[in-house]
């Protein structure tokens, strides 16, 4: 009888071993972004103190209030939301229609659409990154917000495209078979019944367009190179850049700002991360 | 669906935005750049004139490239094993239950999401050579004498650049790898128990076979994304020190921004896509394999 409850303990014992284990590993793998929040909340002479302070002594937002007055940070800020935004909107449309048309019309190429979308979805940048630069030149959109839309479509475009590809593969047809011999027209069937339906799917790759368009970083840098045309990313380097003492605080601080939009689509996101894995989920 | 055959065209007009922004913003820019690498272009003026295949037998006898290229090679085969052993590792760890598990997911997913550039920053502050938490750590508890300048020196610049290429990508194996651990049946585990298997036993027997398409796919795409992959090893190093730690999209991007040899440098990225090519194919034909199941 005790030989079996000492077994038991020794089970209990193991397995909080394990928890505590793996919420040890866990929390080392999380420890940058500890680190990173931690020195943003730090006045600036704790930053540089020995030993280091790995909670804030004093809790201070004096960075923030610095990059948000003192710093071009709010026009990167906002230069990258208009992006983001303007990317997401275009591509979504476009890929909304474009997946429709492939999953549930029979026309030549259609398999051949399908695999170019993967193909382009797979492109390095830096390949397309010289002909779009003289493309964007000859169009005079180098410096252009619209112009980094244009570019950020060769990623966002074959990603969100093969992600409602699949959502609505999984769509049955009934409901828009239902609609139409109810006299609804293949465009009031496409508004009315798919569209709704994609929802959670349009969610998703809006949200993967979104993130995937305020990280970039090499067309950004190569194309805007004016101030009030930067995007957050080559912007916040550039502020790594400028000061020969580097402001480690007022880094961390932008870090953390630069990281909120994504925190926010990542807890929309994570009940749909997997759906995003058909396409990859994000580019790395 | 064949409603009406008629409704084709809509079907058309459907794909039209996207086919059009495809072959405006993909196709000719490609086919443009095979035309640029068979030219000597300035990439300030733009004035240049065609010199055949001048930049590819340049390349070829470069020093440089050749160099870059085994870089690209280390840098993408060091960073790869790392993610698959971190992604195995912490995929197992976080696909049992224990207390905090969701918080503790989306802990270890975050940095995946997060950009490069702030990935980078945080990293070469924890890097940092005077007050740096690592170097102070490291000195702390012994392992080394004084603050080591991670970044400005070889091989350590290779090393800590695949270490935050770990850090920041293995999340995508975890994420794969944790989708399909939930659909493998429970009664095989359960069979292998009974029969006595071990834990390691059953890992290997069960987990890592069920495990391998994944990982395969997985394998593939991340060998593609870090080839290519410019962000993380240009923010950590500019490819220095000196080019210890150069790239070929850095070489590309080098070659045709600073150095203004827009020709020579949509050359190294058609040959860089030759290479990439064939782990291109290898993953359209696994997923075209995988549309027909």
Same mark, same amino acid.
């Given at each position: 009888?005790?030989?079996?409850?000492?077994?038991?303990?020794?089970?209990?014992?193991?397995?909080?071993?394990?928890?505590?284990?793996?919420?040890?590993?866990?929390?080392? +793998?999380?420890?940058?972004?500890?680190?990173?929040?931690?020195?943003?909340?730090?006045?600036?002479?704790?930053?540089?103190?020995?030993?280091?302070?790995?909670?804030?002594?004093?809790?201070?937002?004096?960075?923030?209030?610095?990059?948000?007055?003192?710093?071009?940070?709010?026009?990167?800020?906002?230069?990258?939301?208009?992006?983001?935004?303007?990317?997401?909107?275009?591509?979504?449309?476009?890929?909304?229609?474009?997946?429709?048309?492939?999953?549930?019309?029979?026309?030549?190429?259609?398999?051949?659409?399908?695999?170019?979308?993967?193909?382009?979805?797979?492109?390095?940048?830096?390949?397309?990154?010289?002909?779009?630069?003289?493309?964007?030149?000859?169009?005079?959109?180098?410096?252009?917000?619209?112009?980094?839309?244009?570019?950020?479509?060769?990623?966002?475009?074959?990603?969100?495209? =093969?992600?409602?590809?699949?959502?609505?593969?999984?769509?049955?047809?009934?409901?828009?078979?239902?609609?139409?011999?109810?006299?609804?027209?293949?465009?009031?069937?496409?508004?009315?019944?798919? +569209?709704?339906?994609?929802?959670?799917?349009?969610?998703?790759?809006?949200?993967?367009?979104?993130?995937?368009?305020?990280?970039?970083?090499?067309?950004?840098?190569?194309?805007?190179?004016?101030?009030?045309?930067?995007?957050?990313?080559?912007?916040?380097?550039?502020?790594?850049?400028?000061?020969?003492?580097?402001? =480690?605080?007022?880094?961390?601080?932008?870090?953390?700002?630069?990281? +909120?939009? +994504?925190?926010?689509?990542?807890?929309?996101?994570?009940?749909?991360?997997?759906?995003?894995?058909?396409?990859?989920?994000?580019?790395? | 669906?064949?409603?009406?055959?008629?409704?084709?065209?809509?079907? %058309?007009?459907?794909?039209?935005?996207?086919?059009?922004?495809?072959?405006? *913003?993909?196709?000719?820019?490609?086919?443009?750049?095979?035309?640029?690498?068979?030219?000597?272009?300035?990439?300030?003026?733009?004035?240049?004139?065609?010199?055949?295949?001048?930049?590819?037998?340049?390349?070829?006898?470069?020093?440089?490239?050749?160099?870059?290229?085994?870089?690209?090679?280390?840098?993408?085969?060091?960073? *790869? @094993?790392?993610?698959?052993?971190?992604?195995?590792?912490?995929?197992?760890?976080?696909?049992?239950?224990?207390?905090?598990?969701?918080?503790?997911?989306?802990? %270890?997913?975050?940095?995946?999401?997060?950009?490069?550039?702030?990935?980078?920053? @945080?990293?070469?502050?924890?890097?940092?050579?005077?007050?740096?938490?690592?170097?102070?750590?490291?000195?702390?508890?012994?392992? &080394?004498?004084?603050?080591?300048?991670?970044?400005?020196?070889?091989?350590?610049?290779? &090393?800590?650049?695949?270490?935050?290429?770990?850090?920041?990508?293995?999340?995508?194996? %975890?994420?794969?790898?944790?989708?399909?651990?939930?659909? &493998?049946?429970?009664?095989?585990?359960?069979?292998?128990?009974?029969?006595?298997?071990?834990?390691?036993?059953?890992?290997?027997?069960?987990? *890592?076979? /069920?495990?391998?398409?994944?990982?395969?796919?997985?394998?593939?795409?991340?060998?593609?994304?870090?080839?290519?992959?410019?962000?993380?090893?240009?923010?950590?190093?500019?490819?220095?020190?000196?080019?210890?730690?150069?790239?070929?999209? &850095?070489? %590309?991007?080098?070659?045709?921004?600073? /150095?203004?040899?827009?020709?020579?440098?949509?050359?190294?990225?058609? @040959?860089?896509?030759?290479?990439?090519?064939?782990?291109?194919?290898?993953?359209?034909? /696994?997923?075209?394999?995988?549309?027909?199941?």
């Amino acid at each position: 009888m005790s030989g079996r409850r000492a077994l038991r303990l020794r089970r209990r014992l193991l397995r909080v071993a394990a928890d505590l284990t793996t919420w040890a590993l866990v929390l080392a +793998v999380a420890f940058p972004l500890f680190w990173m929040l931690g020195t943003s909340l730090k006045p600036s002479a704790e930053t540089f103190a020995l030993p280091p302070t790995l909670i804030p002594a004093h809790v201070t937002f004096e960075h923030f209030r610095t990059l948000l007055f003192e710093t071009p940070f709010p026009t990167y800020f906002l230069n990258s939301v208009i992006v983001a935004t303007g990317t997401t909107l275009l591509v979504i449309v476009v890929s909304l229609l474009g997946a429709y048309s492939v999953v549930r019309f029979r026309y030549r190429g259609r398999r051949l659409a399908a695999q170019m979308v993967l193909f382009t979805y797979l492109l390095p940048a830096v390949v397309l990154l010289l002909p779009l630069y003289l493309i964007l030149a000859s169009l005079g959109l180098v410096n252009s917000l619209l112009g980094l839309i244009l570019a950020y479509t060769t990623f966002a475009m074959p990603f969100s495209l =093969w992600l409602l590809r699949s959502f609505i593969l999984a769509m049955p047809i009934d409901l828009e078979e239902a609609a139409m011999v109810d006299g609804a027209s293949r465009v009031e069937a496409f508004l009315d019944v798919v +569209v709704p339906q994609a929802l959670p799917g349009i969610i998703s790759a809006a949200l993967f367009s979104f993130i995937l368009s305020w990280n970039e970083y090499l067309y950004a840098l190569v194309f805007n190179r004016q101030d009030h045309t930067k995007t957050l990313p080559p912007g916040v380097i550039t502020m790594l850049q400028q000061n020969t003492n580097t402001e =480690w605080s007022l880094l961390m601080a932008a870090s953390v700002m630069m990281a +909120v939009p +994504v925190i926010v689509a990542f807890v929309f996101l994570q009940r749909h991360l997997t759906s995003g894995f058909g396409a990859g989920a994000v580019k790395g | 669906m064949r409603l009406k055959t008629s409704d084709s065209l809509i079907g %058309v007009a459907f794909i039209t935005p996207a086919a059009t922004l495809f072959l405006l *913003l993909v196709a000719y820019p490609l086919f443009q750049s095979i035309l640029i690498s068979f030219s000597a272009i300035n990439t300030m003026t733009l004035k240049g004139h065609y010199v055949g295949l001048a930049n590819y037998l340049d390349i070829l006898q470069d020093q440089e490239f050749w160099r870059t290229l085994v870089n690209t090679l280390i840098w993408t085969a060091g960073s *790869l @094993v790392l993610q698959v052993l971190l992604g195995v590792g912490f995929a197992l760890l976080l696909h049992r239950a224990f207390p905090g598990r969701a918080l503790a997911r989306s802990l %270890v997913l975050f940095p995946y999401l997060l950009s490069t550039a702030v990935a980078v920053l @945080v990293w070469r502050w924890l890097f940092n050579d005077l007050y740096g938490i690592l170097n102070y750590g490291l000195v702390h508890i012994g392992l &080394i004498e004084r603050p080591i300048a991670w970044l400005s020196r070889m091989p350590e610049a290779m &090393i800590s650049v695949i270490l935050v290429g770990a850090w920041k990508f293995f999340p995508f194996v %975890v994420i794969a790898l944790l989708a399909r651990l939930q659909t &493998i049946p429970l009664q095989l585990y359960e069979a292998a128990r009974i029969d006595g298997a071990s834990a390691v036993a059953r890992f290997w027997d069960i987990t *890592l076979p /069920q495990l391998s398409g994944v990982l395969a796919v997985v394998v593939l795409l991340r060998s593609i994304w870090d080839f290519k992959e410019f962000d993380l090893v240009y923010l950590m190093t500019g490819g220095g020190p000196g080019i210890g730690t150069q790239t070929l999209p &850095i070489l %590309v991007y080098r070659e045709a921004f600073p /150095q203004l040899h827009l020709g020579k440098g949509a050359a190294i990225a058609v @040959v860089m896509l030759l290479v990439m090519l064939v782990f291109m194919l290898l993953y359209l034909r /696994q997923s075209a394999r995988g549309d027909e199941r």
